[in-house]
């Protein structure tokens, strides 16, 4: 009976990791900006009386940060980085910046690279049916 119960679990085991892999977080790690990056979170863009306070895994410094709030300016963007940056602070009612238009791409760069849900899904659905036939199989011996 133990041997049978172990042929059963085994492949429920299989397929929960397989789940808990395919449903896992997307890592924010600090990776290089395209190469074509502008950076638009500067004092010069944002706002000419802006203040720059450092930033750490996306919260500004929070001395930085209360002191630019007392002063009377509100947090405006972050820059590029998921653990170490800048923000800019402008003052309350400052205009904001123009919106740019995103850069089009063709050519070998004009592909959207990132996985589809689709495609999670019907790898998960796949190795749920390889449990359940796995354990099936089990059940049958």
């Not at 979170?41 to 996306?58: L, M, S, Y």
């Not at 238009?101 to 589809?116: D, L």
């Amino acid at each position: 009976m133990r041997h049978a119960l172990a042929l059963v679990t085994a492949p429920v085991a299989l397929a929960l990791t397989a789940l808990a892999a395919l449903t896992a977080a997307d890592a924010r790690a600090d990776v290089a900006p395209p190469s074509d990056y502008v950076e638009q979170c500067t004092p010069e863009i944002q706002c000419k009386e802006g203040r720059v306070c450092g930033t750490f895994h996306g919260e500004a410094n929070a001395e930085c940060a209360k002191a630019a709030t007392e002063a009377g300016m509100e947090q405006r963007c972050t820059s590029w980085g998921a653990t170490v940056g800048s923000a800019v602070f402008c003052p309350k009612g400052a205009a904001a910046p123009p919106p740019k238009a995103a850069p089009t791409r063709s050519g070998c760069g004009g592909c959207a690279t990132t996985p589809s849900a689709q495609g999670d899904v019907a790898l998960l659905a796949s190795a749920l049916a390889v449990g359940l036939a796995l354990g099936r199989r089990a059940r049958r011996r």
